[in-house]
């Protein structure tokens, strides 16, 4: 009883070090590069459609490639933020819920247009 | 003529325009109002200028965040004057009214604190107005329609905000005298408690507040804070489609630290107030 009863912890332990190691390489193995990049440019936001992953935090970075400023504006992501011509921002995105959240470049709203899809 | 550039800078100037609206209702009989307020628009919009000439810089500053501390910064300060002139009208207000009907005016008048009203109208102007000096820049620096038309929409657009501002106003002051600062003191704590959510999700977007539950709950179906009825509701009582927990928290500390002291300080008995009832 004594020794399987050992066996069963030691098991546990091992199952427990492995679903950490699973869970935790992915996001090590990424490290700094975990940033996704968005890009206004003619005043059309690139790509329309961002592919992020859900439940992990990461870096946004918003560029905006066109002369004049853009305000990019997220009400599903609570961002509000203007960006000078030629110039890029880089913004902490917590970890999202599966599901589709719209972005817009306010100064351009017709135009710019996207959504970050977090799966 | 473009729509797209009036509808913009409209969205941008009906902000200041209601506080600036608001501020002129509360301060009704008030000498030297319109100097404060004309005065803090003109800072305001020297203002907003600055910080649009400066838009680049302050986006790089303080590690990327300097847009949102700024914000927050304007907005926090803002709140801060309209609770001063929230408590100050609790304790006088009443008295105001009074020397109002009497045509006695000039008792009360020396200790208003104008300058708190000059302020916010100066800080107000210049957050919302630096977007459209930012947006016009953007036109002027060149762009597929021609400018002039684009700046016609600006000017027409900045025409639509002014007419909300006076429209507000003139509404405020068909309410009888002995109600009418009843009611401007507590438009302006919705709108002080408004700016403290906003200015608590800029701190939150700069990931310096925890968010608290990034929505609380959605109600963009209904009315979507995008729309021109949902901006003016954002103004005037802080309506947010998505709020976040951060957001609801100092919405509503803001609503009972301010609504609580106005209330205290406005009761006919209060120890605070025998130095103005006796004048």
Known sequence: MRRSGRWVWMATVAVAMGVCAIGTVPQVARGDDNSYVLTFKDNKIEPA?????AGVEFKLVVKNADQSPEEFESSDL?????????????????????????????????????????? | MDPSSALIVFREVLEAALVVGIVMAGSKGVAGRGLWVGGGIVAGVLGACAVAAGAGAIQSAAAGVGQELLNATILFAAVGMLGWHCVWMGRHGRDIARHMSQVSRAVVQGSRP????????GLAVAREG??????????????????????????LGLAGGAAVGAAIYFGLMRIPARYLFAVTTWMI??????????????????????TLGRRLWDTSGILSDRAILGK???????????????QLLFYTTTLLIIGSLTWILGRPNSPAAPAARAA
């Open chain 2, 130 to 155: 630096s977007e459209a000096v930012l947006f016009l820049y953007g036109i002027a620096a060149g762009s597929d329609s021609p400018a002039l038309d684009l700046l016609r929409g600006g000017l």
């Open chain 2, 232 to 246: 003016v509701l954002h103004t005037l009582v802080g309506y947010d489609a998505k709020p976040s927990g951060i």
């Open chain 1, 78 to 119: 609570k961002i509000e933020k203007v960006i000078a011509g030629g110039s890029e921002v880089e913004l902490t995105i917590k970890p999202l819920d599966p599901g589709s959240y719209e972005v817009v470049g306010e100064f351009h709203e017709d135009t710019a247009k996207g959504q970050i899809v977090a799966k």
């Open chain 2, 114 to 121: 104008l300058y708190a009203l000059g302020v916010v109208v």
């Open chain 1, 49 to 53: 459609e961002l592919q992020v992953p």
């Open chain 2, 189 to 210: 704590i919705l709108l002080a408690a408004g700016m403290a959510s906003q200015g608590a999700g800029f701190l939150a977007q700069a990931d310096l507040l925890p």
